[in-house]
């Protein structure tokens, strides 16, 4: 049963893309696999921060998706570089409350774009979250196992992993 | 204690009344001290039958069954007065920490407000539809992915279908006359099928440990799941776990009700005389049917009695932090005379130099190296004023960790011979035997070694916790006093201990060994109440003085 729950999902996720593309900014990269799909995503419009770049999200979706959220990153290797943001770490990791608590099984991949791309595009400071060295070097490579505290303003993180209590 | 008496006082406290909840009409009609002691029936020393003390609180031993009973009547109570469908009590209470006036007051005042702030609003109003999170791109994804998005009117809430259904979950597709069967929606209105609820319920229920506030798997919904759909939805061991969890948070959200702390045992102690703000005077200690004593302040799964929970706390992490290094550190490591790291010399000359704040020094005389010339290996200048201001830095530290040691190694000793209890009862029961056979005693006759070894332990565990008690002790006239009352149990359990070593030569010296143990024993018991006594009516005077905030 949970086997089959994300293929059929991705599968039509895929086919909504094919047929209706992605909204302005937002660019299917690869989606080789039902495993990992990466997004490539820029801000549009004069007005950003981030004008001219192109950051590339990664997705990892289990049997479980979409009732379990995706593992999402930012991409940190040679080609592409995480956003400088509040909520973005150097090393890819997301504090967004829509990959925690706040994630719904009736969103999707191109849902989780829109939001990311609208957090950079609301954002007015380039700079990383409080914290950003100790929580990278600390931190799980699935961000997923830490223990996120989602407000409005600041970012913070529990480096320890969860289930440490 | 003896199991006789525990007996008796659980027979008596089973006798609770009905109305399980209302704790405060029948606190008093259980005292669950005032049971007489075994000690009464057998030595005529310890006739006076304990009273209630002032510091004693009373307690129940409650089932599981009776916290679901509690729950339930709490339940129907509501459903009653608000005359509204069980499971809409159960979550409405629930979302006010069962506190049921709190609830009345909300829900008269306003009734679809509560019902929203508990997450059973009704279908129109805000809080079940999407909240648009970040309002514009959800439009855009709206359009562009109509099938796996919801918007208002496309699953608006309906009781019989007449259109094909496309789960926005899974993307599976039913058939009208399959939706009704397949699919399910809340009062919400939003419909997923049944096995995406099934999947999200359990994964709820068994990943993250939610029960009582798992929501409509909407985004941005808060229509919390009922009960009764849970129980339809999904597997039997999944609703085992999810009522399972509904009473453990039932119990953390009681102040009046905690799990007993022992393996395998699911008794659950209700008490109403500690609340949190009294643990700063009172140290309630309770006993489990399963015959294990536990503090129903902080949890902690045996007495530690005389000191405060939050006393208990500090030392444990003290103890926790310390004491493993802390004797090899005082054999070991001198402190930098300047930022006072530890430090261990593994080797090389005398010429130190701090690797944290980098400050020369002479390991010998402690004095700073700039004055110290060029004797690498000795050091003959150990009266100069500088290395002696330095040794004096460094004798204060010392002092410290020395002074935590004395208390920790007596505390250490204690709790080591009361973990040994069960070897001193197998020889005191030798003994016994031996008595009952070389000097004609009746069992009964010989039953005071026993009591004697029981009054042993139970003093010892309380020296344990005395010697916590006293390193967070300021020093005063009445901790003193304490320290007197401390040495007068100490000297008397090891008297005690002393006779009850002894060897049993002849018939004679059997009767008068016995008499020496019994007046011991006696003695060794009633130095531990006054001890006990004091300590924990001092609280209520507020005699004692701590070095640390409580």
Not at chain 1, 69 to 82: C, D, G, I, K, S
Not at chain 2, 179 to 184: D, G, L, M, P, Q
Request: glycine content about 4%; aromatic content about 8%.
């Amino acid at each position: 049963m949970a086997a089959g729950l994300s293929t059929k999902r991705l599968m039509k996720e895929l086919a909504d893309i094919n047929t209706k593309g992605t909204p302005p900014g937002i660019v299917l990269h690869s989606a080789d696999s039902m495993q990992e799909w990466i997004f490539l995503i820029s801000v549009l419009g004069e007005e950003t921060i981030y004008r001219g770049e192109t950051f590339a999200l990664r997705m990892k979706f289990g049997n479980r998706y979409p009732i379990e959220v995706p593992e999402v990153t930012f991409l940190a290797n040679a080609e592409y570089q995480p956003p400088l943001h509040p909520h973005v770490y150097s090393n890819g990791h997301i504090c967004a409350s829509i990959l925690g608590n706040e994630w719904s099984p009736v969103l999707n991949a191109v849902a989780i774009c829109i939001t990311m791309q609208s957090m950079l595009a609301s954002n007015t400071k380039k700079e990383r979250p409080e914290g950003n060295d100790r929580y990278v070097r600390t931190a799980p490579s699935n961000p997923k196992l830490t223990r996120w505290h989602y407000d409005d303003d600041v970012s913070s993180v529990e480096p320890g992993r969860k289930g440490d209590e | 204690m003896s199991s006789d008496g525990e007996n008796d006082e659980f027979m008596c406290e089973d006798e609770y009344d009905d109305d399980g909840f209302d704790q405060d009409e029948d606190m008093d009609d259980v005292d669950s001290t005032s049971e007489p002691d075994v000690y009464d029936a057998l030595s005529p020393a310890l006739e006076e039958a304990p009273q209630k003390k002032p510091y004693d609180v009373t307690w129940k031993v409650r089932t599981l069954q009776e916290i679901i009973d509690m729950q339930n009547k709490e339940i129907k109570k509501i459903q009653s007065l608000l005359e509204v469908p069980p499971s809409t009590a159960a979550i409405l209470l629930r979302h006010f920490v069962w506190n049921s006036e709190k609830l009345q007051e909300q829900f008269w005042n306003d009734p679809n407000a509560a019902l929203e702030e508990a997450g059973l609003s009704p279908p129109t109003s805000p809080s079940t539809r999407t909240h648009n999170l970040p309002p514009s791109p959800e439009k855009r994804s709206n359009r562009l992915l109509r099938p796996t998005s919801v918007s208002g009117s496309s699953r608006t809430r309906s009781q019989i279908r007449t259109e094909p259904f496309e789960c926005p979950v899974c993307c599976m597709d039913f058939d009208t006359s399959a939706v009704e069967a397949n699919t399910f929606a809340m009062g919400c209105g939003h419909r997923f099928c049944r096995n995406c609820w099934g999947e999200y319920l359990s994964g709820k229920v068994k990943g993250e440990g939610e029960s009582a506030k798992i929501q409509c798997m909407e985004r941005g919904c808060e229509r919390v799941v009922r009960e009764e759909v849970v129980g339809e939805i999904v597997t039997a061991d999944i609703l085992k776990r999810y009522h399972n969890l509904l009473n453990a948070a039932f119990v953390a959200d009681s102040p009046n009700l905690r799990w007993c702390p022992h393996p395998n045992c699911e008794f659950i102690i209700e008490c109403n005389q500690a609340p949190p703000r009294m643990l700063n005077q009172l140290v309630p200690t309770v006993e489990c049917k399963c015959g294990h004593e536990l503090c129903f302040g902080c949890g902690y799964g045996a007495s530690h009695r005389p000191v405060l929970c939050r006393i208990v706390k500090m030392w444990e992490k003290k103890c926790a932090d310390d004491s493993e290094t802390a004797n090899w550190l005082q054999a070991n490591t001198k402190e930098c005379t300047k930022c006072q790291s530890t430090i261990e010399k593994n080797g090389g000359c005398n010429h130190m130099t701090c690797k944290k704040c980098k400050w020369e020094f002479c390991w010998v005389c402690m004095g700073p190296w700039s004055e110290h010339g060029t004797s690498w290996y000795q050091c003959n200048r150990f009266d100069e004023r500088s290395g002696i201001d330095a040794r004096d830095t460094q004798a204060k530290s010392r002092a410290s960790l020395e002074r935590y040691l004395h208390y920790f190694n007596r505390w250490a000793n204690h709790e080591h011979s009361a973990k040994l209890d069960a070897d001193f009862y197998k020889k005191t029961e030798k003994k016994m035997e031996q008595m009952q056979n070389s000097g004609n005693l009746s069992w009964i006759e010989v039953q005071f070694a026993k009591q004697a070894v029981d009054a042993v332990i139970k003093a010892r565990i309380t020296l344990k916790w005395s010697y916590c008690m006293a390193f967070y002790l300021k020093r005063n006239n009445m901790t003193e006093l304490f320290e007197d009352n401390q040495r007068d149990l100490e000297r008397a359990v090891e008297n005690l201990g002393y006779l009850l070593e002894q060897n049993i030569v002849d018939t004679d010296s059997i009767a008068k060994l016995r008499q020496n143990i019994t007046n011991q024993a006696a003695y060794v018991q009633k130095r531990h109440d006054i001890l006990m006594d004091d300590t924990l009516k001092g609280y209520l005077e507020r005699r004692w003085e701590f070095s640390v905030d409580i």
